[in-house]
């Protein structure tokens, strides 16, 4: 099955500093979402982007397709931000709603 | 709009007991997915219903049904419980049924089997 790999797995970072994360997957993708995990447990979506740049108040996100990789820019780092992202993808074979996540990254924001 | 409900929040369960976990999703979806999270093997994909029918199906073993009612609304089972099925389980739904949609998750049902 298809493989992906975040990095880093642990950020720490002051208020007000800005991140990039960064999704790596194996093969090609029709379907690429970034959801934050708070610490209650609940997956938030960020971006459904399986390729393209959008961008959502301090946060944006970028998929190559053709290379494989999305990252996701987080600026201007709030407390509020902290907690894991993960990156999930779907192949176009998989119908419907199979995602296939990768580990996350944890994110920390000190004050 | 509501968004997706998981119910109960928390639950405690002994070995070779069943349980079952229930999901509302956004009013106006159709599809509901389930996902298993736990810290050793991370989010896992386990099962998705659209209109009542199983669409799709993870790895797990056949102890793992689920079930989706008319009005959209999902349960899913797991019967003789073992302790490697303490986890967080998490519904998604969207808007169905095409595919590649954007997925809600709900805030979870946190099984811990003893």
């Known amino acids: 099955g298809i493989q992906v790999e975040q990095s880093p797995p642990d950020l720490i970072l002051q208020e007000g500093a800005n991140s990039t994360l960064r999704c790596n997957f194996s093969d090609s993708v029709n379907n690429l979402q970034w959801f934050h995990q708070n610490p209650w447990g609940q997956l938030i979506n960020l971006f459904y982007i399986p390729s393209g740049t959008k961008q959502n108040g301090r946060l944006s996100a970028t998929t190559v397709a053709t290379e494989r990789y999305s990252l996701l820019y987080i600026s201007s780092s709030q407390t509020t931000d902290s907690g894991v992202y993960f990156c999930?993808?779907?192949?176009?074979?998989?119908?419907?709603?199979?995602?296939?996540f990768g580990e996350g990254t944890q994110l920390t924001v000190n004050p | 709009k509501a968004g997706v409900t998981q119910t109960p929040r928390y639950l405690i369960k002994t070995r070779g007991q069943q349980v079952t976990l229930s999901c509302s999703p956004i009013s106006g979806h159709r599809s509901v997915s389930w996902y298993q999270q736990t810290p050793g093997q991370g989010l896992q994909f386990l099962f998705e219903?659209?209109?009542?029918?199983?669409?799709n199906k993870g790895n797990f073993p056949g102890r793992f049904s689920g079930r989706q009612f008319s009005n959209s609304r999902s349960e899913m089972n797991v019967s003789t419980l073992e302790l490697g099925d303490s986890a967080l389980y998490l519904c998604a739904s969207s808007l169905g049924p095409v595919d590649n949609e954007k997925l809600f998750f709900g805030s979870g049902t946190q099984l811990s089997v003893l």
């Open positions: 219903y659209f209109s009542e029918t199983q669409r």
């Open positions: 999930a993808v779907g192949r176009e074979e998989t119908s419907g709603s199979r995602l296939t």
